[in-house]
């Protein structure tokens, strides 16, 4: 696993849910197969996703990314947001096959459900939420005020981010295309979160509560790396295309923290 950040300081502001107990509650897959991933396959395509609305796959995965899917949390390039799990939970050595079925049509978020009861009947996986005080990136509004325009459309159906494809490559210099429809500025906050040029957890503070469309073009590597001719950055992107910024500070950050996790025997 990616280290932990640790200084004199961080505190703890609560223990919440043992999230370790309450997936007891959640539905399951009527069929589930866990398995190591063959050396042959290791460093192959992966695959990690709802099948059809029917079924979960896998493919090549570890149980970090596994965890951070079906709990949906965020993954900070720089940032670790799931700790103290053993070495082996983010080991390119410890990567797994994982498939479920279910007789029916789910939607994501029970899909994600039933993959947590997955993690916790063969992983053994227990784990809980804390607040921790970490480096963060504040989302706020320059200076000049906001370039969005609000959705018409029900955010509902339509709230989503694309990239054009290919051209997502960690630095190699390509840009890229985002776009927003019906988005919230907490939805771009936890987009932003994801980009491994931002690499800390994003906090919206841009006191915005409509839904918004929008589109951002950006290089995908730092402003030092940059020629004279590539796309701004994604901070000075931000700024010039939506009216927003990104400061560093520190706050509240939540975090998972695994308390328990065993390899699974084969099926």
Aim: aromatic letters at 8%.
């Amino acid at each position: 696993m990616r280290r932990a950040i640790t200084r004199t300081g961080i505190f703890v502001f609560a223990c919440v849910t043992v999230l370790g107990q309450a997936v007891e509650s959640n539905p399951s897959f009527e069929v589930a197969s866990v398995k190591p991933t063959s050396p042959d396959r290791q460093n192959g395509p992966h695959q990690l996703n709802c099948t059809g609305g029917a079924g979960f796959v896998a493919r090549d995965e570890t149980l970090l990314h596994l965890i951070e899917w079906a709990y949906d949390w965020p993954r900070p390039h720089d940032t670790n947001l799931v700790l103290n799990g053993p070495k082996w939970m983010d080991s390119p050595g410890s990567a797994f096959e994982v498939q479920g079925k279910v007789g029916r049509k789910v939607s994501s978020n029970e899909c994600r459900l039933m993959v947590q009861s997955l993690l916790a009947s063969r992983f053994k996986v227990a784990l809980h939420r804390e607040i921790k005080e970490l480096p963060v990136y504040v989302l706020s509004v320059g200076s000049k005020g906001p370039k969005l325009h609000e959705a018409d459309e029900d955010p509902k159906v339509l709230s989503s981010v694309t990239l054009n494809g290919a051209q997502i490559q960690v630095g190699d210099g390509y840009s890229t295309t985002a776009s927003g429809r019906g988005m919230s500025m907490r939805e771009l906050a936890r987009f932003l979160t994801g980009l491994p040029v931002v690499g800390r957890p994003v906090v919206d503070k841009t006191g915005l509560t409509g839904f918004y469309g929008f589109s951002l073009d950006f290089a995908w590597t730092p402003a030092e790396t940059l020629s004279e001719d590539s796309r701004p950055d994604i901070f000075a992107a931000l700024q010039e295309q939506l009216g927003l910024k990104l400061e560093s500070s520190k706050g509240p950050v939540e975090v998972l923290i695994i308390d328990h996790a065993e390899k699974p025997s084969e099926n």
